[in-house]
């Protein structure tokens, strides 16, 4: 049997105050690090390599599992270094506990995240480094290496250049191909009509010796042979995740959907801090959001919580920065270090917002419902009294999702938890490190911000239980089920009527001496069932597509709109 649950979200003003605890990226930079060839003279490297401060040439570290970050390169001796979260320095450091100073080769050293003082790491001697960073033990080592060569990689990344993408044929914002493993470098792009090769360093120009080419018998292989300058050809376009193998010598182009979408921009709540950036529903290839966007001040759309020059976004297709009129406007794949159009609103208000990136396309709806801004499209339930069991990384897979209504309250019907405790966070993508909504210290209904003693609500008994969650009043309601036989699950209870689960199927129930109208409306606005100066019990909408509809209830001079998701 499919469930239906009435998706139902309240969004308060609430501050994002999450302690630094893990990173899904990790970068090293300083003005000690050089980028481009492992392999190559270190002299070579030091002349034409070296990254600085300047973010967005920071190497990628190399994931080891359980926090742990692995760096092999080249050092200069007596320079700084430290690592950050993001590139354009928004996600998050990690600095030197302490004051700046060499790390010790045998006693290793220690990270912080706190910023006061803002410590760095040096080495005294320059040379090939190991650098292991353990996040969860907030530990630091350097291993002093022999040379570049005998590494499990030739190149810190790859640089794809060319008329197929975004940055066209720039070499200086070519887009990198970050190293994954043994031989293995791999990338996500956003690919034009048009060609493209790659190089293994931005910084010598077009000389045909730091570059691949494609085979001049199988555009699946790579060539050293510069002979034709021949590219690869990009003929559909769309988003590609790109994949090297250099002992294959292989080139892989697989087309992918978009993954998550941010609105960013000083129009929202979080303003032009990415790493707080609202994280948009998704269906398929369209994304909604509904929220409060203050009039003319700009927003854009990210497929990552970052700003990094060389991310993806989407900007106004129009070619200017430029309120949205009538409701409508296109989409244009883009990133910043190119060109930057942004969307306006002329009012503020909350807004419903779909991006719909198969036709690239963007609809801005007024909300009806005003009173209070709206921040977050969802919120994520987990703890061990969930199915997540406080595992962060199955998170996005687990995490008990409470949808909203887009009046600032969050539900979720049936849910099945045991005994055990549970939180709420606001984005699922990030595992612990997004805002964290807490049980509040002095009243179990009520939600705080106050992350103290990360205080959790108790589930004393196993069963399905009906959850809402008012952003606007912070309060919670988790309530248990009956158990035993019955017609269907309450999702609704206003004025009297009640809409119960039966299957595929909406049944209504009225008490006596009411009568109603009930109208059903899938995503797309088509109107698909409905009821008319109806009293008693009747099912609106038979055997029911599963997915998100909208219910109409007009009943005692009061209409009210709920979404529902049938499963």
Same mark, same amino acid.
């Given at each position: ?6 998706l ?20 090293i ?39 742990v ?10 320079k ?15 600095n ?28 005294a ?18 291993e002093k290496?022999?040379s ?10 790859l640089?794809m250049?060319? &008329? *197929?993408?975004?940055?066209?044929? %720039? ?8 190293? #994954?493993?043994? +031989?293995? $470098? !791999? ?16 910084y ?6 730091c ?24 003929k ?10 250099? &002992? *294959?010598?292989?080139i892989?182009? %697989? ?6 979408l941010?609105? #960013?921009?000083? +129009?929202? $709540? !979080? ?26 001040k700009?927003?854009?759309?990210t ?18 920065t430029?309120?949205?009129e ?10 910043s ?39 977050y ?35 979720a019907?049936g ?29 179990a ?92 019990c009747a ?29």
């Amino acid at each position: 049997m499919r469930r239906f649950f009435i998706l139902s979200v309240f969004l308060p003003f609430i501050i994002n105050v999450c302690v630094l605890s893990a990173a899904d990226r990790l970068f090293i930079a300083g003005d000690a690090v050089s980028d481009g060839l492992v392999q190559s003279l270190a002299a070579d490297v030091q002349g034409d390599g070296s990254v600085s401060w300047h973010g967005e040439l920071a190497p990628v570290m190399h994931p080891e599992g359980d926090d742990v970050f692995t760096f092999t390169g080249w050092f200069a001796a007596d320079k700084e270094f430290k690592f950050i979260q993001d590139r354009n320095w928004g996600g998050g450091y990690y600095n030197a506990a302490g004051i700046t100073g060499y790390l010790d080769l045998e006693e290793g050293g220690s990270l912080t995240t706190d910023p006061t003082g803002d410590a760095k790491f040096k080495l005294a001697a320059e040379g090939w480094y190991q650098i292991t960073c353990d996040l969860q033990a907030l530990t630091i080592r350097a291993e002093k290496q022999e040379s570049g060569a005998g590494q499990t990689f030739l190149y810190q990344a790859l640089y794809m250049v060319g &008329d *197929a993408t975004l940055t066209d044929w %720039d070499l200086s914002k070519s887009l990198r191909m970050e190293y #994954v493993d043994g +031989a293995t $470098y !791999s990338g996500e792009f956003y690919l034009k009509a048009g060609h493209f090769k790659l190089a293994t360093t931005p910084y010598k120009g077009f000389d045909n010796s730091c570059f691949f080419f494609r085979d001049a018998e199988n555009a699946t292989l790579l060539s050293r042979d510069a002979t034709g300058d021949l590219q690869w050809e990009v003929k559909v376009p769309g988003l590609y995740t790109v994949t090297v193998d250099l &002992d *294959a010598n292989t080139i892989a182009m %697989d087309e992918v959907d978009f993954g998550q979408l941010y609105v #960013v921009g000083d +129009a929202v $709540y !979080s303003g032009w801090s990415a790493n707080d950036a609202p994280m948009m529903d998704k269906e398929g290839s369209v994304y909604r959001y509904t929220g409060w966007f203050d009039a003319d001040k700009e927003f854009k759309f990210t497929t990552r919580r970052d700003l990094e020059l060389t991310t993806l976004q989407l900007h106004n297709g129009a070619g200017v920065t430029a309120r949205v009129e009538n409701g409508l406007a296109t989409l244009m794949p883009n990133v910043s270090s190119v060109s930057d159009y942004k969307f306006m609103l002329g009012e503020a208000s909350n807004y419903t917002i779909v991006c719909d990136l198969e036709n690239m396309t963007l609809t801005v709806e007024k909300a009806t419902y005003q009173e209070v801004p709206i921040r977050y499209s969802a919120l994520y339930m987990v703890g061990t009294a969930t199915p997540d069991n406080e595992q962060a990384e199955t998170f996005p897979e687990k995490a008990v999702k409470l949808f909203s209504n887009g009046d600032n309250t969050y539900s979720a019907q049936g849910v099945e938890l045991v005994e055990g405790v549970f939180k709420l966070l606001t984005a699922n993508d990030r595992g612990w490190n997004t805002t964290n909504l807490y049980r509040d210290a002095e009243d179990a209904s009520k939600v705080s911000e106050d992350g103290t003693d990360d205080r959790k609500w108790t589930v004393d008994e196993a069963g399905r239980y009906d959850i809402m969650v008012d952003l606007s009043a912070m309060t919670i309601s988790y309530v248990k089920q009956p158990s035993g036989p019955g017609t269907g699950t309450v999702q609704v209870e206003a004025n009297g009527v009640r809409v119960l689960q039966a299957g595929r199927a909406i049944e209504v129930l009225l008490p006596d001496g009411v009568t109603a109208c009930f109208d059903l409306y899938d995503l797309s606005g088509k109107h698909v069932a409905g009821l008319a100066g109806m009293s008693g019990c009747a099912v609106l909408g038979g055997e029911l597509t599963p997915g998100i509809y909208a219910l109409r209830v007009a009943v005692g001079g009061r209409v009210q709109v709920q979404k529902i998701l049938v499963r």
